[in-house]
């Protein structure tokens, strides 16, 4: 599986936009960039992924280089309830299974 | 529509015993996953299970092995337990069709501490 690699750590003031980088050099042709994140004491919780176009839903936009090799995460106006830690993770559209390989993530605080 | 559930939420075992914890699926999901999460780190993929069987595995041992039910609940047994695996347990549920998958919805977790 190609790695990931995010910052340990960032902050954001709470209405400002958060943009989380993730570096993927080793990405496939096949292979999609999915966000996680990971609010304490809970699971996982999907958040967006994309293939090369960039994506938006109701929670952010991903935002993926043309050449593939690293994206961005937009939380567009961060609340408090955004801190979390957030994986960017790069996967196969299919394969014998589903498995997510997690790194250690991005954790973001977001302060008043 | 319910979420993934996991259960117990919170376990305590002592060394050498064994441990089986129970995952219910969200409805009309196949194929279940689980996850290892130890203090501070991402979780790690243990298992798969897809229609009953498993369908992949990470670098864990056979003392972690599980079951997966006709109506889609789970379970992950782990015989043996040692010190280091203390961690969260996180269940994974998604629709899988053969080769091709959608997102995975989590569980909160089970946290097992081993004494």
């Known amino acids: 599986d190609a790695k990931t690699t995010q910052p ?3 902050d954001c003031a709470e209405g400002r936009a958060a943009n989380l980088p993730c570096n993927h050099s080793t990405i496939s ?5 999915y966000w996680y994140r990971q609010i304490h004491s809970q699971g996982p919780q999907y958040i967006i992924h994309g293939l090369k176009n960039n994506e938006t839903n109701e929670m952010a936009s991903l935002i993926i280089t043309e ?6 995460l937009i939380l567009p106006h961060a609340t408090l309830r955004d801190t979390a830690v957030y994986y960017c993770i790069v996967r196969p559209s299919s394969g014998t299974a589903s498995k997510l390989t997690f790194g250690t993530g991005t954790r973001l605080q977001v302060t008043l | 529509e319910t979420g993934v559930t996991q259960s117990p939420t919170h376990l305590i075992k ?3 015993q064994q441990v089986t914890l129970r995952c219910s699926s969200q409805s009309g999901h196949n194929t279940v996953s689980w996850y290892q999460q130890a203090l501070g780190q991402g979780p790690q993929f243990i298992f798969q299970y ?3 069987e498993e369908n992949g595995r990470g670098n864990f041992p056979p003392r972690f092995s599980g079951l997966q039910f006709p109506n889609y609940s789970s379970e992950l047994n782990v015989n043996a337990l040692e010190l280091d695996d203390s961690a969260l347990y996180l269940c994974a549920s998604n629709i899988g069709h053969g080769g091709s998958y959608n997102e995975q919805f989590f569980g909160p977790g089970t946290r097992l501490t081993v004494l």
């Not at chain 1, 050449?67 to 961005?72: F, G, L, Y």
């Open chain 1, 8 to 10: 340990p750590s960032m």
């Open chain 1, 29 to 33: 042709g096949n292979e999609y960039v």
């Open chain 1, 67 to 72: 050449d593939r090799k690293s994206s961005t």
């Open chain 2, 14 to 16: 002592t060394r050498g």
């Open chain 2, 50 to 52: 897809y229609r009953e």
